[in-house]
């Protein structure tokens, strides 16, 4: 994997990550009781800019070609889905289709940022999940980047709930327990590697376990949720 190469690829998408603090030490989990890492994000994105006026100036740039629009993550450039494979998505619960827009689970991890998975419970979206089968022959992940919120506009994201806590499971396990800022941008979290034990699908969950809630829905949305890693350039 060529990690100089992906962010240029990033880069290309007006989200050029800044990072703002170094990695957080893992820390024991909520009271002491679980031996679970507290992660912070490593890196937050620059703050999205989706407006008309951006998506103009984005299909103007001749470096944007290898890009559907402004709202394709990776495009057709080298990044670590060359070998990691978007695999399938369940979900707990989705809200239903309204107009045009669904909200269904493999949203989470279409590599846009213009769709979202959104929980369709009762309530907050506390306790509802997305969960990812990633086929055997996966690259290794040590990077996860979580977009969350409804992002395809800033009204969007603030009218819809958000995740603030994600609590991670890989093959049923708890894995650590991913603290998200309250930012319209991406949210990067080093996670050390994960990656499928051998001949058998990778599971990876996301549970919702506290959310920013929105100003006018208490929808819980999460526009995607992708990875980095290792073992594919
Ligand atoms: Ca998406």
């Known amino acids: ?28 989990g909520p009271n002491g009781t679980a031996n679970v890492p507290e992660l912070s994000p490593a890196s937050v994105g620059t703050i999205f800019d989706f407006s008309p ?7 103007e740039n001749p470096d944007n070609e290898v890009y559907a629009d402004i709202f394709d993550i990776v495009g057709q450039g080298c990044s670590f889905y060359c070998g990691c494979n978007i695999g399938t998505i369940k979900a707990s619960s989705t809200l239903h289709q309204q107009g045009k827009r669904n909200y269904r ?18 309530g907050n979206g506390v306790g509802e999940w997305v969960e990812y089968t990633l086929p055997a022959d996966n690259p290794t992940i040590t990077e996860i980047c979580v977009v969350s919120g409804y992002v395809r506009t800033k009204k969007a994201w603030e009218e819809n709930s958000r995740p603030a806590v994600l609590e991670m499971l890989v093959d049923g396990k708890r894995k650590a327990m991913l603290y998200l800022k309250n930012v319209y941008a991406e949210q990067w979290f080093e996670v050390g590697e994960i990656k499928p034990k051998k001949g058998k699908d990778l599971k990876i969950k996301f ?27």
């Open 207 to 233: 549970v919702i376990r506290d959310v920013y809630p929105g100003t006018k829905y208490t929808d819980t949305a999460i526009s995607e949720i992708y990875f980095n890693g290792i073992g594919v350039h």
């Open 53 to 59: 006026e951006a998506q103009k100036a984005f299909k």
């Open 105 to 122: 689970a493999s949203n989470v991890h279409d590599l846009n940022y213009e769709t979202a998975w959104v929980e369709g419970a009762a």
């Open 1 to 28: 994997m060529n990690r100089f190469c992906f962010a240029a690829v990033i880069g290309a998408a007006l989200l050029i990550s800044t990072a703002i603090s170094a990695k957080t030490p893992a820390k024991k």
